[in-house]
């Protein structure tokens, strides 16, 4: 079993990337970041957890901390402190930490020296779409191993950098993938009608 556990994850949100202004030509992307935290990822059973850190955040109200069940379709929005839950349907598989199936190899480079073996890393550049949310990606993934370092994504209405740090390839706490006994009862929310739970718009508004 190949399990993911990515130690850092940092989401940027890219304002304005392609507005052009009347005589000044393109403008600089005005980047954000929406999230810092810890997750890990189970590529055999396809569950994934993650946890917000307050590391680069403001915030007073509950850190988000969400676990995705891709094969069951849902997702769980849990509130340790208050010992609460919610219980959502995820309504498309794709996400960062996976390269998808029909994704399309583009191009094999060196990050670093092409020359020191010691001073660079092989990596793939894939791209595809995602046929659900109409929305387009570019994963940066190592050679041979195949871990995703970087996933790029974009819809007509969003542009989300995901930059992950500190891989390694076991899950050494699989106790988190297990359900808190107070979300067990929860009965699954209606989704508000024409939104879609996906994983990307549901980090789009962490």
Known sequence: MQDFAFAALSIWLCLGATALA???????????????????YDSTDKKLRFTESEMHLNKTEHLEDYLMLFEEGVFYDIDMKNQSCKKMSL??????????????????LFLGSDTVQEENIKVNIWMGSVAETKGQYSVLTTVGECLPLSTFYSTDSITLLFSNSEVVTEVKAPEMFTLPSFCE??????????????????FNTV
Request: aromatic share 6%; glycine share 10%; proline share 5%.
């Open 22 to 40: 009347e005589s000044h030509g393109p403008q600089h992307c005005r980047g954000e970041i929406k999230a810092t935290g810890h997750y890990s």
């Open 91 to 108: 309504h498309s598989h794709a996400h960062a930490l996976e390269l998808p199936a029909g994704a399309a190899h583009q191009v094999e």
């Open 185 to 202: 009862a929860v009965e699954l929310e209606e989704t508000p009608k024409g939104q879609k739970n996906d994983f990307f718009n549901i």
